[in-house]
């Protein structure tokens, strides 16, 4: 497996790297960043991964949430991958909108054509970026994180509901709770995966939930003044599916904040904390 380096910078004394690579997964070359802390030096560190929103590629996280200074701190990677395929030849929406298709990929694996073929998102986050990274970096992929915003606060829960073993924490910032039952979801379900909605309720947190997903430390944030939030985002399905199952997430609604950077770096820091005690108990109690 070849990385080519695009771009490194020195960062809270560790590294921030940008790297290119052919997904196989996917069908076509794909852009991920990486953030190595300076204890990375020193070994393999435990891993966080990162995934974003609709419109973003791997550089929105990276130059806007401010993670790196608590990576540092914490001694944890972050990796951020981009939010579709991309490249010659992969189909966008028919009409360019910008919910669907390039950077909107959903972290699912289609199964109807034409975007089937590369748009694996799933595969390519549970298994090609993993192994790709445990080989090439010095990060500890079986001590892992996952987080997101939105759309990605939507495959971040997803990804971790469905591979409990492989992740010691799940967080999110404004996350898309329920794909089956809002606009976007709808629209990207629908086409990805075709219109049998027993076959979304695997790429859907509530519906995950309901069915007896196991038990993993999980936080979500939820701006109050976010536009997104009645129609899309509706976090509200999500505190009472947990209520009715007794699946325990700390679900925090935040006063007068936005969907924007601004809300998620107002609070990265409190969520890598987060995922930093999860790692940190489950090493104590190996
Ligand atoms: N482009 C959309 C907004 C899309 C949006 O808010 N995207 C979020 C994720 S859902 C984001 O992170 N955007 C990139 C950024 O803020 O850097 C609009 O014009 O309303």
Redesign the pocket.
């Known amino acids: 497996m070849t990385v080519e380096t695009i771009a490194s910078h020195r960062c809270f004394e560790g590294e921030q790297l940008r790297l290119k690579h052919r997904a196989d997964s996917l069908d076509c070359d794909m852009h991920f960043s990486l953030y190595l802390p300076p204890a990375a030096r020193g070994g393999d560190v435990p891993l966080l991964y990162w995934l974003?929103?609709?419109?973003?590629s791997d550089e929105?996280f990276v130059q806007?949430a401010g993670a790196q200074r608590y990576a540092a701190e914490h001694g944890v990677a972050i990796v951020a991958p981009d939010t579709s395929p991309r490249g010659e030849g992969v189909p966008d929406d028919p009409e360019g909108a910008?919910d669907f298709g390039l950077g909107a990929g959903f972290y699912v694996n289609a199964t109807e054509a034409p975007w089937d073929r590369h748009y694996r998102m799933y595969d390519y986050l549970t298994e090609e970026l993993p192994a790709l990274l445990a080989e090439q970096f010095p990060v500890d992929t079986s001590r892992a994180a996952i987080f997101g915003?939105?759309?990605g606060g939507h495959g971040a829960l997803v990804i971790a509901l469905r591979n409990p073993a492989r992740f010691q924490s799940v967080s999110a910032f404004a996350p898309i709770v329920a794909p089956s039952q809002c606009p976007w979801g709808e629209k990207a379900l629908g086409n990805y995966l075709g219109p049998d909605r027993e076959n979304w309720k695997n790429y859907d947190t509530c519906a995950l939930i309901e069915a007896g997903a196991l038990q993993l430390p999980m936080l979500v944030d939820q701006g109050e003044a976010d536009n997104f939030l009645e129609e899309q985002l509706k976090t509200a399905l999500l505190e009472q599916v947990c209520s009715r199952t007794g699946y325990e997430a700390t679900i925090r609604r935040q006063p007068g904040y936005d969907?924007?950077?601004f809300f998620i770096s107002s609070f990265i820091g409190s969520h890598i904390a987060f995922h930093a005690r999860a790692l940190e108990q489950s090493l104590a109690e190996d």
């Open positions: 974003s929103g609709l419109t973003c929105n806007k910008w915003h939105s759309m969907h924007s950077y």
